[in-house]
């Protein structure tokens, strides 16, 4: 055996950290079972049998996006014909009718770069939120949208993020960051916020007290090195604040997309996905979740990586629209009892979280 790779497979087995190169060697080695045994132990020396999950309702409100980013079928330009745009008053019916779902605990609400919306069109939205579910966490925006509100409103980060948590945001979203490599953002991202710009907000956001998931995109155009550079500047930042609470991986759906387009990119299989989920969870010692996005995995695969290291199921969601403009075929919102079945079926306990 490698020399590399058995100093991984030594530090798995008394729970030390894994370095840049233990963890490629784990990754080449392509050993599903192991990593599948390896994660699920991990998994379950820190949450148990219990696997996670919310009830809650998503809100995109808008598509329109100044962004114009090649790896999303999601944006379009004001003016396009499935360009929409939710105003105030739509948005209270959303609101009333999410009242509606028993024991409902999350709104969900991310979106666009919209051109000619400002800050207080979605502070409004945040206070209506507040309005309506007073006892519901709000889940909102990511750190791309934050730099977008600082940019427009002439604010800092620190007092964007400040006014958003006064007004009743409990949690920021960890979408945005797909690939931290400059060489790759260039490409797939050009217009967005560099990888340093979303760590900082990250940075200051956890030191505020806003908690946070974070994410990755793969399977596109990066590479495995780069893949595993991401994991360890998130590891990074999680040692300084620990303010993440679950990490999520987001296979890339390049039909509809530029970037599928111009590379011509096939959807990874359910090999990858199970193998970047486990590699993950073994990378990131410092995190106590690893979340599987149903909606994007489809449940089957999401369900089975329960068994490699995964420990969350995402929630109910109730309707979702960016990734299924990329083309993705899976159902737009499940039950509650559905997800606590397919988690049932696993032998493991379903937990609201």
Same mark, same amino acid.
């Given at each position: 055996?490698?020399?590399?790779?058995?100093?991984? $497979? #030594?530090?798995?087995?008394?729970?030390?950290?894994?370095?840049?190169?233990?963890?490629?060697?784990?990754?080449?080695?392509?050993?599903? &079972?192991?990593?599948a #045994?390896?994660?699920?132990?991990?998994?379950?020396?820190?949450?148990?049998?219990?696997?996670?999950?919310?009830?809650?309702?998503?809100?995109?409100?808008?598509?329109?996006?100044?962004?114009?980013?090649?790896?999303?079928?999601?944006?379009c330009?004001?003016?396009?014909?499935?360009?929409?745009?939710?105003?105030?008053?739509?948005?209270?019916?959303? &609101?009333?009718?999410?009242?509606?779902?028993?024991? &409902?605990?999350?709104?969900? /609400?991310?979106?666009?770069?919209?051109?000619?919306?400002?800050?207080d069109?979605?502070?409004?939205?945040?206070?209506?939120?507040?309005?309506?579910?007073?006892?519901?966490?709000?889940? @909102?925006?990511?750190?791309?949208?934050?730099?977008?509100?600082?940019?427009?409103?002439?604010? %800092?980060?620190?007092? /964007?993020l400040?006014?958003?948590?006064?007004?009743?945001?409990?949690?920021?979203?960890?979408?945005? @960051?797909?690939?931290?490599?400059?060489?790759? $953002? #260039?490409?797939?991202?050009?217009k967005k916020?560099?990888?340093?710009?979303?760590?900082?907000?990250?940075?200051?956001?956890?030191?505020?007290?806003?908690?946070?998931?974070?994410?990755?995109? !793969?399977g596109?155009?990066?590479?495995?090195?780069? $893949?595993?550079?991401?994991?360890?500047?998130?590891?990074?930042?999680?040692?300084?604040?620990?303010?993440?609470?679950?990490?999520?991986?987001?296979?890339?759906?390049?039909?509809? %997309?530029?970037?599928?387009?111009?590379?011509?990119?096939?959807?990874?299989?359910?090999? #990858?996905?199970?193998?970047?989920?486990?590699?993950? $969870?073994?990378?990131?010692?410092?995190?106590?979740?690893?979340?599987?996005?149903?909606?994007?995995?489809?449940?089957?695969?999401?369900?089975?990586?329960?068994?490699?290291?995964?420990?969350?199921?995402?929630?109910? /969601?109730?309707?979702?629209?960016?990734?299924?403009? @990329?083309?993705? %075929?899976?159902?737009?919102?499940?039950?509650?009892?559905?997800?606590?079945?397919?988690?049932?079926? %696993?032998? !493991?306990?379903?937990?609201?979280?």
């Open positions: 055996m490698d020399k590399i790779l058995k100093s991984a $497979r #030594e530090k798995i087995s008394v729970g030390e950290r894994l370095n840049f190169d233990e963890i490629i060697a784990l990754y080449n080695e392509n050993d599903l &079972l192991y990593l #045994e390896s994660a699920r132990r991990v998994k379950e020396f820190k949450s148990g049998k219990n696997i996670f999950y919310t009830i809650n309702r998503h809100i995109n409100l808008t598509n329109v996006c100044s962004s114009n980013c090649p790896l999303c079928a999601f944006q330009r004001s003016g396009d014909e499935k360009a929409f745009t939710l105003e105030i008053d739509y948005v209270e019916k959303i &609101l009333l009718d999410a009242k509606k779902i028993p024991d &409902l605990n999350e709104i969900h /609400i991310v979106s666009a770069l919209h051109p000619e919306k400002n800050f069109y979605y502070l409004d939205v945040v206070k209506l939120t507040k309005k309506i579910l007073p006892n519901v966490r709000i889940a @909102a925006f990511t750190p791309v949208e934050i730099a977008n509100f600082a940019e427009k409103s002439n604010q %800092t980060y620190e007092k /964007i400040m006014t958003l948590k006064n007004f009743g945001v409990t949690n920021l979203l960890g979408g945005g @960051a797909e690939i931290f490599s400059p060489r790759v $953002r #260039e490409i797939i991202c050009p916020i560099s990888a340093d710009t979303w760590l900082e907000i990250m940075r200051i956001a956890h030191k505020l007290g806003i908690k946070s998931n974070a994410s990755m995109l !793969y596109h155009i990066e590479t495995i090195e780069e $893949r595993v550079e991401h994991l360890l500047k998130i590891r990074e930042l999680q040692d300084e604040t620990h303010g993440f609470q679950s990490m999520l991986l987001f296979p890339f759906q390049p039909l509809n %997309t530029e970037l599928g387009k111009k590379f011509n990119l096939q959807r990874v299989g359910a090999w #990858e996905d199970l193998k970047m989920i486990a590699i993950t $969870r073994l990378a990131l010692d410092n995190f106590e979740n690893v979340k599987s996005f149903w909606v994007m995995l489809t449940m089957p695969i999401a369900q089975l990586s329960l068994a490699f290291g995964a420990d969350d199921l995402g929630g109910t /969601i109730g309707e979702e629209k960016i990734i299924h403009a @990329a083309g993705v %075929t899976t159902q737009k919102n499940i039950s509650r009892a559905d997800l606590e079945k397919i988690i049932r079926e %696993t032998n !493991y306990i379903p937990v609201q979280r």
